[in-house]
Nanobody
Framework: QVHLVESGGGLVQAGGSLRLSCAASGGTIRRYPMGWFRQAPGKEREFVATISGSGVITSYADSVKGRFTISRDNAKNTVLLEMNSLKPEDTAVYSC?????????????????WGQGTQVTVSS
């Protein structure tokens, strides 16, 4: 059973940067594609970014493309989300997730393992 814990959220001004980290325990995520999702108040959880098990292939939502970077360190069992040029509309709870099936994942239902989330607030 994989257990995921996010960290690195906080309050930042528009244009600023944050680096989110997702640490896995209870099992290795080396082979698992990983994803970051976010949920703003009153909205559905939405896809942000995904990365293959090897870390070679990544994909992003159009809203964050060019500003966010997903990466992973399989030796440390961690996944990172580097967020730059943050906007107020990026404010949300960000959660990392792991999927067992191969291939990138863009949908919530594809991921059986989830962290509790970390709050990101971007002020204007």
């Amino acid at each position: 059973q994989v257990h995921l814990v996010e960290s690195g959220g906080g309050l930042v001004q528009a244009g600023g940067s944050l680096r989110l980290s997702c640490a896995a325990s209870g099992g290795t995520i080396r082979r698992y594609p990983m994803g970051w999702f976010r949920q703003a108040p009153g909205k559905e959880r939405e896809f942000v970014a995904t990365i293959s098990g090897s870390g070679v292939i990544t994909s992003y939502a159009d809203s964050v493309k060019g500003r966010f970077t997903i990466s992973r360190d399989n030796a440390k069992n961690t996944v990172l989300l580097e967020m730059n040029s943050l906007k107020p509309e990026d404010t949300a709870v960000y959660s990392c997730a792991a999927k067992e099936a191969s291939g990138l994942g863009y949908q919530v239902y594809e991921y059986p393992y989830w962290g509790q989330g970390t709050q990101v607030t971007v002020s204007s």
